[in-house]
C-alpha cells in the first residue's frame, strides 16, 4: 500500500505515523481540515508527502464542494489553500502542490463539476509522479553505492515521508535490489525521533540492516569508520543550501571533516531555486516535544526551550544532490536557479 491514497468514496486513506512502530491505525480523511490538522500534528509528515496530503486536501475540497458554479469552488480553494499554507511553513513541496493545483483550477475551461474532478485527477497525478521520482531517485542514487557500503541516515526520507519507496531510503532500496550488501545506521533523530520510530521501522519490514545510534554518536561511528557514506532527504533546496531536519548541518559537517561523502536526495519538487535559506521559514515547534520524551518530563519546571525542526547545511558540505533527473553538483544547481521559476 501507498503511504497515501485516495479512495473513489471521496476519502483520502493514510497511516497514523505519530502511532508508528508500536500501533498500525489509519486514517480515513474527509475534509481539509482533517488533512491540516495531521499535518501539524505530524500524523502526516515528510516533505514529499506533504505535497501529495495537500494536493489530496484540495481534492477533498473540490469532491465536496456544494458550490453552486465554479467561482464558489474557487472561493472554497482558496480558503482551503490558505489553511493548508498555515500548517508548516518549512518543506516547500507543499506549498509547491497547492499552487500548482490552484493554478490548474484558475486557468481550467469547464464548470463546477468538471473543475472538481480535474483537480481529484491533478492530486493523484502528483501522488503518481512522487512514486515515480523517488524509483529514479534509487535508480541514479544506487550508482553512488558500493557492495558492503555502511550508509548513515536522519530523520526518515523513507516509504513514509513519501508516496511510497522514499527518498534516501529509495537510493538504499535500489542498491539493494540490484543485489547489494547494504547497511544502514540510524539516528534516533530527537525530538520526534523520526529515525528511531519509522527509519527502523522501514528497514526492518524489508529486511535491510540497520542500527539505531542516538544523535550524539555520529561524530563517534564516523571517526571509527562504521560509516562510509551519508544520505538524506530534504524539506527544501535552496540556492545556497539544503534545508533538512533539525541534526543535518552538524551531520553534514562532521562528514566533510572526515572525507565521508554527504549525498542529499530528494525529488525536483523540493528545489526553490528561486529563494536563499535567509528567506526560509524555519518551524519553530512547541516547548514539550523537547521537555518530555514519551509522556516523561525531562527537565525542571520553568526552562526555556528552543525548538527549530529543521537547520540548514550549507551546499559547500554537500557532495551531490540526487534527484529523478540523476546526479547534481554545485554546479549544476547555480545553472538550474539561473532559470528557475518562483514556487
Ligand atoms: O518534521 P518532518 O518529520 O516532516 O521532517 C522530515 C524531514 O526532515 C525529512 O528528512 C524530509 O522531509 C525528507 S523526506 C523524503
Redesign the pocket.
Known amino acids: 500500500m501507498r503511504t497515501i491514497e485516495w479512495r473513489e468514496d471521496g476519502t483520502v486513506i493514510t497511516v497514523n ?1 505519530l502511532k508508528l512502530p508500536n500501533e498500525t491505525e489509519f486514517l480515513e480523511l474527509r475534509t481539509c481540515d482533517d488533512v491540516a490538522e495531521a499535518i501539524k500534528t ?1 500524523k502526516i ?6 505535497g501529495a496530503a495537500a494536493a489530496y486536501a484540495l481534492a477533498l475540497t473540490a469532491h465536496h464542494s456544494k458550490g453552486k458554479d465554479k467561482a464558489a469552488l474557487i472561493r472554497e480553494l482558496e480558503v482551503a489553500a490558505e489553511k493548508l499554507r498555515k500548517t ?1 511553513p ?2 516547500v ?1 507543499l506549498f509547491w502542490a497547492v499552487n500548482r493545483i490552484l493554478g490548474k483550477a484558475y486557468t481550467f475551461n469547464g464548470d463546477a463539476r468538471e473543475t472538481a474532478a480535474m483537480i481529484v485527477e491533478e492530486a493523484k497525478k502528483i501522488a503518481d509522479e512522487d512514486a515515480a521520482a ?1 524509483r529514479a531517485i534509487g535508480r541514479h542514487g544506487a550508482s553512488l553505492l558500493e557492495d558492503g557500503d555502511t550508509i548513515l541516515t ?5 516509504a513514509l ?2 508516496v511510497e519507496y ?4 529509495g537510493v538504499v532500496r535500489a542498491a539493494v535490489e540490484q543485489g547489494k550488501k547494504i547497511s544502514v545506521i540510524a539516528t534516533e ?1 530527537r525530538p ?1 525521533l ?1 529515525g528511531a520510530r ?1 527509519t527502523t521501522y522501514e528497514l526492518k519490514r524489508d529486511g535491510i540492516p540497520v542500527k539505531l545510534i542516538s544523535d550524539t554518536m555520529v561524530g563517534y561511528v564516523m571517526y571509527k569508520r562504521m560509516v562510509n557514506k551519508v544520505i ?4 527544501r533546496i535552496v540556492q545556497d543550501a539544503v534545508i ?3 541534526g ?1 548541518y552538524q551531520i553534514a559537517v562532521l562528514a566533510k571533516e572526515h572525507d565521508i561523502p554527504f549525498y542529499v ?3 525536483k519538487s ?1 528545489f526553490d531555486l528561486t529563494h536563499t535559506s535567509a528567506e526560509v521559514t524555519i ?1 519553530e ?1 512547541g516547548p514539550e516535544e523537547v521537555l518530555y520524551i514519551g509522556i516523561e518530563r525531562i527537565a525542571p519546571e520553568g526552562v526555556a526551550v528552543l525548538n527549530p ?2 537547520d540548514i547545511t550549507p551546499l559547500k558540505y554537500v557532495t551531490a544532490i540526487i534527484c529523478e533527473e540523476g546526479i547534481l553538483y554545485r554546479e549544476d544547481l547555480s545553472s538550474l536557479s539561473r532559470t528557475a521559476e518562483k514556487k
Open positions: 505515523q505530524m509528515r515528510g516533505a514529499p508527502l506533504l508548516r518549512t518543506g513541496n523517488n536522519h530523520c526518515n526520507a523513507g515521508a513519501t522514499g527518498t534516501a531510503l533523530t520526534k523520526q519509522l538524506v532527504g530534504a524539506d533538512n531536519k533539525i543535518t536526495a530528494a525529488p523540493t518551524e515547534r525542526a529543521f
